[in-house]
């Protein structure tokens, strides 16, 4: 095979390796979206507002009420004081706490199991709670589930959007670089074609070297995925759980066959059909 192919087999291999960047991404997503949902739940805050002045031994008896609920994870329920509250309200609602008296009570904050975490679990929890003396009123918010799910649902779909016109682009270059590669050649396969030389033989270099350019693509895309993972891994926070690794498995062996699919038959059938024109 001619020199001259390996810039265009370049362009080709880098591609092809772009293509599987950004569907590994795609499934990635797919994959851990439920795992990711779930861990939203269970980091979402539900507080139990409470009356002023209430004595120390009546905040206990209340917490372990909220305890014994179906779904609170035990670790989860924490008692603050208004001006506790106040601070953590003052992060999640992005509100100054300098604005002069606070509109806050003591709370009990505590967090669902993601199984749980369902509007008729918490109306339940919620009609039991407010019956119990010395409590206010109990608050949550359902919106973040569905701005996760919908950020995700976008995310994704634009990403598959932009990994098919990447593969339509990869298919082209694959094919102009097969195509210059073979009219290089075109002595060289003639000449073995007069020496009786079979088709089987004939290709063999064409697809060793997509092949190759399949299991290079391949190798960026678990060093990118390796990146992400170590990055998530190391990050400190919940989004360290995110990560399962059959997901990722799962995610390297699609990529896999998507590389050996766009390199290898695009190549085998681009050289079968110039080979039909030339008389084999």
């Given at each position: 095979?001619?020199?001259?192919?390996?810039?265009?087999?370049?362009?080709?291999?880098?591609?092809?390796?772009?293509?599987?960047?950004?569907?590994?991404?795609?499934?990635?997503?797919?994959?851990?979206?439920?795992?990711?949902?779930?861990?939203?739940?269970?980091?979402?805050?539900?507080?139990?507002?409470?009356?002023?002045?209430?004595?120390?031994?009546?905040?206990?008896?209340?917490?372990?009420?909220?305890?014994?609920?179906?779904?609170?994870?035990?670790?989860?329920?924490?008692?603050?004081?208004?001006?506790?509250?106040?601070?953590?309200?003052?992060?999640?609602?992005?509100?100054?706490?300098?604005?002069?008296?606070?509109?806050?009570?003591?709370?009990?904050?505590?967090?669902?199991?993601?199984?749980?975490?369902s509007e008729q679990n918490i109306q339940?929890i919620k009609s039991e709670i407010e019956?119990?003396?010395?409590?206010?009123?109990l608050y949550y918010e359902n919106e973040?589930?569905?701005?996760?799910?919908?950020?995700?649902?976008?995310?994704?779909?634009?990403?598959?959007?932009?990994?098919?016109?990447?593969?339509?682009?990869?298919?082209?270059?694959?094919?102009?670089?097969?195509?210059?590669?073979?009219?290089?050649?075109?002595?060289?396969?003639?000449?073995?074609?007069?020496?009786?030389?079979?088709?089987?033989?004939?290709?063999?270099?064409?697809?060793?070297?997509?092949?190759?350019?399949?299991?290079?693509?391949?190798?960026?895309?678990?060093?990118?995925?390796?990146?992400?993972?170590?990055?998530?891994?190391?990050?400190?926070?919940?989004?360290?759980?995110?990560?399962?690794?059959?997901?990722?498995?799962?995610?390297?062996?699609?990529?896999?066959?998507?590389?050996?699919?766009?390199?290898?038959?695009?190549?085998?059938?681009?050289?079968?059909?110039?080979?039909?024109?030339?008389?084999?």
């Amino acid at each position: 095979m001619s020199k001259s192919k390996k810039p265009t087999q370049f362009y080709a291999t880098m591609s092809t390796s772009i293509v599987l960047v950004l569907i590994s991404l795609f499934l990635l997503i797919f994959f851990h979206s439920g795992n990711i949902t779930n861990i939203v739940k269970e980091n979402i805050n539900i507080l139990v507002e409470l009356e002023d002045g209430l004595p120390t031994g009546q905040i206990e008896n209340l917490k372990k009420t909220i305890t014994a609920y179906d779904g609170v994870l035990p670790a989860s329920v924490e008692y603050l004081t208004k001006e506790s509250a106040l601070s953590l309200m003052s992060k999640e609602l992005d509100i100054s706490q300098t604005t002069g008296e606070n509109p806050f009570k003591d709370i009990i904050k505590f967090n669902l199991k993601h199984q749980s975490y369902s509007e008729q679990n918490i109306q339940k929890i919620k009609s039991e709670i407010e019956l119990e003396k010395g409590v206010t009123g109990l608050y949550y918010e359902n919106e973040s589930i569905d701005q996760v799910k919908s950020n995700l649902d976008k995310l994704s779909l634009g990403i598959l959007v932009l990994a098919f016109c990447f593969i339509i682009l990869a298919l082209a270059i694959i094919f102009n670089t097969i195509q210059l590669t073979l009219y290089s050649d075109l002595k060289e396969i003639r000449t073995m074609q007069m020496v009786g030389a079979e088709n089987k033989f004939v290709k063999k270099p064409y697809l060793k070297s997509a092949f190759t350019m399949a299991l290079k693509s391949i190798l960026a895309v678990i060093i990118f995925i390796g990146i992400i993972c170590t990055y998530l891994m190391t990050a400190g926070n919940v989004i360290a759980d995110v990560i399962q690794w059959d997901y990722v498995i799962y995610t390297i062996l699609i990529c896999l066959f998507v590389a050996i699919g766009i390199q290898y038959y695009s190549t085998n059938l681009i050289v079968n059909r110039f080979l039909k024109r030339e008389g084999r």
